[in-house]
T-cell receptor, first 113, second 111 residues
Framework: NAGVTQTPKFRILKIGQSMTLQCTQDMNHNYMYWYRQDPGMGLKLIYYSVGAGITDKGEVPNGYNVSRSTTEDFPLRLELAAPSQTSVYFC????????????FGEGSRLTVL | DAKTTQPNSMESNEEEPVHLPCNHSTISGTDYIHWYRQLPSQGPEYVIHGLTSNVNNRMASLAIAEDRKSSTLILHRATLRDAAVYYCILAMKTSYDKVIFGPGTSLSVIP
């Protein structure tokens, strides 16, 4: 099993550009999450999903969109990139929300100039 | 709204036990206690979780107070590789689906 795979690992965007961060998991997990982590700070929840077709906002959803058309994939779209979105983005998944281990991808480092 | 309180930082000597505290005074009976850690330049990784009883695994032990208002993550013998940020998180019945991280405790291990 590959676990949680994120692409790209690094990306530089210009202000106003758009892009999609890809996240795929092969563990058949229903629950998937997107976090951002600014330098020296903790993780902030952007969006999460409890299953295909169901998504919900987290702590910091503004400027982002998500979709969940399949169990495996949970892409995060940035529209009109801003310097404030410079961050490391982590995707995660889990099977059981109560006692289940959260599995993280390796992260995607995004810089907006 | 992490609902937990942890010290910002702690230090430990290598090969000594480490006790990382977490206060969660508003915990309810169905809330699970989870611990994760994040090594430098890596994503977080699961450490351990529990509900009421103390728990042990290959990485650590989790000691839960009788009133469940606090818990302690125990690393039995700190190594340099254990230097990380440790997050204590509540999985609350009112919001099992969400996982909100607080600032955590930054653990330094001194050789």
């Amino acid at each position: 099993n590959a676990g949680v795979t994120q692409t790209p690992k690094f990306r530089i965007l210009k202000i106003g550009q758009s892009m999609t961060l890809q996240c795929t998991q092969d563990m058949n997990h229903n629950y998937m999450y997107w976090y951002r982590q600014d330098p020296g700070m903790g993780l902030k929840l952007i969006y999460y999903s409890v299953g295909a077709g169901i998504t919900d906002k987290g702590e910091v959803p503004n400027g982002y969109n998500v979709s969940r058309s399949t169990t495996e994939d949970f892409p995060l779209r940035l529209e009109l990139a801003a310097p404030s979105q410079t961050s490391v983005y982590f995707c995660a998944s889990r099977f059981d929300p109560r006692g289940g281990e959260l599995f993280f991808g390796e992260g995607s480092r995004l810089t907006v100039l | 709204d992490a609902k937990t309180t942890q010290p910002n930082s702690m230090e430990s000597n290598e090969e000594e036990p480490v006790h990382l505290p977490c206060n969660h005074s508003t915990i309810s009976g169905t809330d699970y206690i989870h611990w994760y850690r994040q090594l430098p330049s890596q994503g977080p990784e699961y450490v351990i979780h529990g509900l009421t009883s103390n728990v042990n695994n290959r990485m650590a032990s989790l000691a839960i107070a009788e009133d469940r208002k606090s818990s302690t993550l125990i690393l039995h013998r700190a190594t340099l590789r254990d230097a990380a940020v440790y997050y204590c998180i509540l999985a609350m019945k009112t919001s099992y689906d969400k996982v909100i991280f607080g600032p955590g405790t930054s653990l330094s291990v001194i050789p």
